[in-house]
């Protein structure tokens, strides 16, 4: 288990380039598993998540070739299906949520797939059922043995569905159990954040028939086969977010580069309500230096809350950096998590650092605001999550005194080489 140790109150000063999206990759590399052609991929972030789910795919037969620093070229010519029956596959797997998004492309192209229980963040509850019930409508059947999900459907036929939740993980795989299946699929209650979009026209340009695009209502035309392409991710919102709320919280001047800004959706929004000023300049967002920002009312006056909701609504995965940002904001939040049970658990270290928080429930939590009256203090905590984990570091960034953080391989998940970045625009982290 490796470790961060910060030195905590250092003001930053300088640029970031995000990395390409984390959630975007494990859609777009379970995706070539639909062609036997190659595809080449731009802009993949060097994390663990994805780094495992490459090596997976390596392992199941597709050849991956490292054409760039951040580009790869996969072909699925020789998927060795056998491969699914082994206990390698069952462990590398399971150590990752977007394995899970395998099983739409194996049971489009191979007439069957299998999976164990995906991992991923330990967050909450995380049903699948609108990932199985979505390929039972496709005329797929399934079967659940306790360790193992299988799915097997030889004749995959379009049909109506309208999807229990909008699930962002279940709409992809649905999707890509649909692009080649017999006649027109019609995908209503769709998730359709700029990932799912992303996935789209990066299937479009193979030569499936989705229009929809950017709605919850997708229409897919079935397909023969589908053929290779190039594609590019975008830069990881979640990261940008992050690191709005790291400038804030560390008063640091930091220009974040080339961010897609139209594709943010109401994330600058959200962090200009707690009071956060930034300016677009270009495809860049400056965030000044700031030693006050002041939490936003609502219009009728009451009490800010910043809560989740599918796309085009607030992510769930940065509510945690809300939540942390406001510590230092004067001003009361409210932070509802309607999502996850289990994500605000880790505000007990923040208050043992000495933010003003009440868990009034495991959904919602309130930040009264320190308005820099006083300084967190660092202490030894662990990272339950890879959000916690990075709302954990930017409190210590913040704090006064030194912090070990736990359990990084967490944080080691989602964002690529943070400790170096972070260090190079004025950070103090030792990776131990
Ligand atoms: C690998 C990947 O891409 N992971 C992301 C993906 O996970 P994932 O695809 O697993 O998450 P889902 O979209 O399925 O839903 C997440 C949770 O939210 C609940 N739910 C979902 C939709 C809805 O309309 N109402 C609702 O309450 C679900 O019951 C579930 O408990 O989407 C989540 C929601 O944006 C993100 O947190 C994860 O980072
Ligand atoms: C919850 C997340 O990831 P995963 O779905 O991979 O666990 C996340 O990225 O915040």
């Given at each position: 288990m490796a470790s961060f140790k910060i030195t905590g109150g250092r003001q930053l000063k300088g640029e970031l380039v995000p990395q390409g999206a984390k959630n975007e990759a494990l859609q777009i590399l379970c995706a070539v598993l639909l062609t036997s052609e190659p595809v080449t991929i731009h802009n993949i972030p060097n994390i663990r998540d994805v780094n495992q789910l490459i090596d997976l795919l390596g392992d199941m037969g597709v050849w991956v070739t490292r054409t760039g620093e951040s580009s790869y070229r996969f072909q699925a010519s020789d998927v060795n299906l056998d491969y699914l029956e082994t206990d390698a596959f069952k462990r590398k797997a399971a150590a990752l949520r977007g394995s899970v998004?395998?099983?739409?492309?194996?049971?489009?192209?191979?007439?069957?797939?299998?999976?164990?229980?995906?991992?991923?963040?330990?967050?909450?509850?995380?049903?699948?059922?609108?990932?199985?019930?979505?390929?039972?409508?496709?005329?797929?059947?399934?079967?659940?043995?306790?360790?193992?999900?299988?799915?097997?459907?030889?004749?995959?036929?379009?049909?109506?569905?309208?999807?229990?939740?909008?699930?962002?993980?279940?709409?992809?795989?649905?999707?890509?159990?649909?692009?080649?299946?017999?006649?027109?699929?019609?995908?209503?209650?769709?998730?359709?954040?700029?990932?799912?979009?992303?996935?789209?026209?990066?299937?479009?340009?193979?030569?499936?028939?989705?229009?929809?695009?950017?709605?919850?209502?997708?229409?897919?035309?079935?397909?023969?086969?589908?053929?290779?392409?190039?594609?590019?991710?975008?830069?990881?919102?979640?990261?940008?977010?992050?690191?709005?709320?790291?400038?804030?919280?560390?008063?640091?001047?930091?220009?974040?580069?080339?961010?897609?800004?139209?594709?943010?959706?109401?994330?600058?929004?959200?962090?200009?309500?707690?009071?956060?000023?930034?300016?677009?300049?270009?495809?860049?967002?400056?965030?000044?230096?700031?030693?006050?920002?002041?939490?936003?009312?609502?219009?009728?006056?009451?009490?800010?809350?910043?809560?989740?909701?599918?796309?085009?609504?607030?992510?769930?995965?940065?509510?945690?950096?809300?939540?942390?940002?406001?510590?230092?904001a004067q001003g009361t939040v409210l932070v509802h998590q309607k999502m996850f049970e289990s994500r605000l658990f880790f505000v007990d270290k923040l208050i043992e650092m000495g933010a003003q928080i009440i868990l009034c429930d495991p959904h919602r939590a309130t930040v009264v605001g320190l308005g820099r009256q006083q300084q967190l203090r660092g202490i030894r905590m662990t990272s339950p999550d890879i959000r916690a984990g990075v709302s954990l570091l930017i409190a210590a960034l913040s704090a006064s005194g030194s912090s070990i953080i736990d359990n990084i391989e967490q944080i080691d998940r989602g964002y690529q080489n943070i400790d170096t970045r972070l260090n190079a625009i004025g950070a103090e982290i030792v990776r131990l």
């Amino acid at each position: 288990m490796a470790s961060f140790k910060i030195t905590g109150g250092r003001q930053l000063k300088g640029e970031l380039v995000p990395q390409g999206a984390k959630n975007e990759a494990l859609q777009i590399l379970c995706a070539v598993l639909l062609t036997s052609e190659p595809v080449t991929i731009h802009n993949i972030p060097n994390i663990r998540d994805v780094n495992q789910l490459i090596d997976l795919l390596g392992d199941m037969g597709v050849w991956v070739t490292r054409t760039g620093e951040s580009s790869y070229r996969f072909q699925a010519s020789d998927v060795n299906l056998d491969y699914l029956e082994t206990d390698a596959f069952k462990r590398k797997a399971a150590a990752l949520r977007g394995s899970v998004m395998l099983l739409g492309p194996m049971l489009a192209r191979f007439k069957k797939g299998r999976i164990p229980r995906p991992g991923g963040d330990k967050i909450g509850r995380r049903r699948l059922d609108t990932h199985f019930l979505g390929f039972e409508k496709l005329g797929a059947e399934f079967h659940f043995d306790g360790d193992f999900y299988r799915v097997e459907g030889e004749h995959l036929k379009g049909t109506y569905m309208l999807l229990d939740e909008a699930s962002v993980t279940g709409t992809a795989n649905v999707l890509m159990a649909a692009v080649m299946a017999e006649g027109t699929t019609t995908i209503y209650n769709a998730a359709c954040e700029p990932y799912l979009q992303q996935l789209s026209k990066m299937l479009n340009a193979m030569g499936a028939k989705i229009s929809g695009v950017g709605s919850n209502l997708l229409t897919i035309e079935g397909v023969s086969e589908l053929h290779g392409t190039d594609h590019t991710m975008l830069p990881d919102m979640i990261e940008i977010g992050s690191f709005i709320g790291l400038a804030a919280m560390t008063q640091s001047e930091i220009t974040i580069k080339n961010c897609r800004i139209p594709e943010l959706g109401i994330i600058p929004d959200v962090f200009k309500r707690l009071g956060i000023q930034m300016e677009f300049r270009g495809d860049d967002i400056y965030i000044p230096s700031q030693d006050r920002y002041q939490v936003d009312t609502f219009l009728d006056g009451g009490m800010m809350t910043i809560s989740d909701a599918p796309w085009p609504g607030f992510t769930p995965d940065l509510l945690s950096i809300v939540l942390v940002t406001a510590i230092q904001a004067q001003g009361t939040v409210l932070v509802h998590q309607k999502m996850f049970e289990s994500r605000l658990f880790f505000v007990d270290k923040l208050i043992e650092m000495g933010a003003q928080i009440i868990l009034c429930d495991p959904h919602r939590a309130t930040v009264v605001g320190l308005g820099r009256q006083q300084q967190l203090r660092g202490i030894r905590m662990t990272s339950p999550d890879i959000r916690a984990g990075v709302s954990l570091l930017i409190a210590a960034l913040s704090a006064s005194g030194s912090s070990i953080i736990d359990n990084i391989e967490q944080i080691d998940r989602g964002y690529q080489n943070i400790d170096t970045r972070l260090n190079a625009i004025g950070a103090e982290i030792v990776r131990l």
